[in-house]
């Protein structure tokens, strides 16, 4: 019942939670003012700082879980490699576009040109206002920008906070889409043997996306683009994406002419006071997909499930401590239902919370986990091999993550904490 992102060919990539715009949170990335200017440390004198996001995955197939952040201040993603017992070898860094605030591992390469079945960096540059596209290499290491650095250029217009891949129009190919939390819409580009090489296209969905996901919500077997727009307090659910020429230049064949992707049906459901983070799943083993926000205003986590269709039922909130930011899914305690965990940034003290599912959409009262810094983005997975989830935040504060080993109970050991890279 694990949560996985799904790319070109159906099959799961990588187990995947970032920061709270899923993908985004922070200062000048976010636009909507209520987060800190980076993280008010001397970001100069450190390597690696700010982490506003984090993804896991193995990225060398050892068996080992990874993890890789998006260092907002410092223009970078570390690579932490995982050793089997829930610490990390010494961090390697890779240069990125300016003030990453997404970051993603997917096989991005695995249908392209030169096609490998390597994870690979996908990460939204705030600053720069374009995305990085960095193959792996399968051991560890990512290369040069896919193009030689063509991609990271002009790729997305104003403040993309969130980035995303997906064969959206069933080409075979991945096609790459970034959430402008500034202008309100999605910038979107077809993908191709070559990576993201198409003319760009525009769609405007609520106003302020914060956080993006990609699932089938319908339960057509088709890649919906969700959106939880921060300032309509609503989801936007993207389905049915055609691809068409514009213009069409009679009697040239399909694979000369140059297409565009739009997308058929925009479907709006009202979820409450300025949804920040979104995950999804099938919360209450009905067969359709529900999805879960973060509300720092409500201090609460809103519970939409789903009906087989592109809307959500009406949201059920369920308390956490003040300001939660991210969000991840999965079935932390073995009895099969799904649970929640969040990041939460309370005045009195940050700390996670873990709300034990029962199967139906209901949660329990929030068991709260004290860290010492300032925890945002959240992930789950299997570092030490014994099973049992464990739970890995970065830190932006002190600029590192932390490890806190799961029981396999819903409780957690002690935190062990990691340098991103500035020791």
């Not at 997906?166 to 889409?177: E, K, P, Q």
């Not at 519970?303 to 809307?311: D, I, K």
């Not at 049992?388 to 490890?403: K, P, R, T």
């Amino acid at each position: 019942m694990r949560r996985h992102l799904y790319a070109a060919g159906g099959a799961p990539l990588v187990t995947l939670f970032t920061a709270a715009a899923i993908i985004g949170c922070g200062s000048s990335g976010s636009g909507d003012g209520d987060d800190s200017e980076g993280s008010g440390a001397p970001a100069e004198a450190l390597a690696a700082a700010s982490p506003f996001s984090l993804a896991t995955g193995d990225i060398d197939d050892d068996g080992n879980m990874d993890v890789v952040t998006a260092n907002f201040d410092t223009n970078n993603v570390s690579v932490l490699m995982g050793q089997g017992d829930g610490t990390f070898a010494d961090a390697m860094l890779v240069d990125v576009g300016e003030a990453p605030r997404d970051v993603k591992l997917l096989q991005l390469n695995e249908t392209g040109i030169f096609s490998d079945p390597d994870l690979d960096l996908l990460v939204a540059n705030s600053a720069s206002e374009n995305i990085s596209i960095k193959l792996g290499d399968g051991l560890g290491g990512f290369g040069a920008d896919v193009g030689e650095g063509d991609l990271d250029t002009e790729f997305v217009g104003s403040n993309p906070s969130t980035v995303g891949a997906a064969d959206l129009d069933d080409d075979g190919f991945l096609d790459y889409f970034a959430a402008d939390f500034e202008r309100s819409r999605i910038f979107l580009r077809r993908g191709s043997a070559f990576g993201p090489l198409s003319p760009l296209t525009t769609i405007i969905v609520g106003s302020a996306p914060r956080g993006m996901v990609i699932d089938d919500i319908d339960g057509d077997g088709d890649p919906d683009v969700v959106t939880a727009n921060l300032l309509s307090d609503t989801l936007a659910v993207l389905a049915d994406w055609v691809r068409f020429c514009q213009p069409c230049v009679p009697f040239v064949p399909a694979s000369a002419q140059q297409f565009f992707l739009r997308v058929d049906s925009d479907t709006r459901s009202i979820v409450g006071s300025s949804p920040r983070a979104i995950a999804t799943a099938d919360l209450n083993g009905d067969g359709d997909t529900d999805a879960v926000t973060t509300h720092r205003g409500l201090n609460a986590v809103g519970v939409s499930l789903g009906n087989g269709t592109r809307m959500f039922d009406a949201a059920v909130t369920f308390d956490t401590p003040q300001n939660p930011e991210s969000i991840a899914i999965d079935d932390v305690n073995g009895d099969g239902d799904l649970d929640l965990v969040t990041t939460n940034g309370s005045p009195t003290g940050e700390n996670i919370s873990v709300l034990l599912g029962d199967g139906t959409g209901t949660f329990a009262d929030p068991i709260n986990i004290t860290t010492s810094d300032v925890p945002i983005p959240l992930g789950l997975a299997d570092f030490n091999n014994d099973g049992d989830l464990d739970i890995v935040v970065a830190n932006i504060e002190s600029h590192d993550v932390s490890v806190f080993l799961g029981n396999g109970d819903g409780t957690f050991g002690a935190e062990m904490r990691d340098s991103i890279g500035n020791d």
